[in-house]
């Protein structure tokens, strides 16, 4: 694996980022870690032959710990940021592409992922309010 490009977002509490990934032919890895804050991070299996297919995983990354999260290609990445604000630093593998790019509704009833919200109401890019559920995306993945 090849890691082509760094990157860096900055996001203030009750952000949420996600879930993205691409599709073939321009699936990527990445490599997450939380330089400064806490975030509460998720990916969730969408390789479709995988016993572990729609299942997810969440984690807290911070800047104390100096942990970092993989993420093999046929996953959906995504992350809350629930300190006051974060700096993530993330590895990517292969070329972006607008065109292979897909946003999955990060509240979608079948994958039931239980995000930190408290009384937190997420902050959504436009991308990521227009996101897909799963059953929407199934015929593109």
């Not at 890691?3 to 980022?17: A, P, Q």
């Not at 100096?66 to 974060?86: D, E, R, V, Y």
């Amino acid at each position: 694996m090849v890691f082509t490009k760094d990157c860096y977002s900055f996001s203030k509490k009750g952000v949420l980022r996600g879930l993205h990934f691409q599709i073939p032919p321009f699936e990527q890895e990445k490599i997450i870690s939380c330089i400064s804050g806490e975030i509460f991070d998720v990916i969730v299996d969408l390789r479709k032959n995988s016993p572990t297919y729609k299942s997810y995983i969440s984690l807290k990354l911070d800047e104390n710990e100096n942990k970092q999260l993989f993420i093999p290609k046929g996953f959906a990445h995504g992350f809350l940021t629930i300190s006051s604000n974060a700096k993530v630093f993330y590895k990517i593998s292969g070329s972006y592409s607008y065109q292979f790019q897909r946003s999955l509704k990060w509240d979608d009833k079948e994958l039931n992922i239980k995000w930190p919200l408290k009384d937190l109401r997420p902050i959504l890019s436009t991308t990521d309010n227009k996101a897909k559920t799963l059953i929407e995306l199934e015929k593109e993945i």
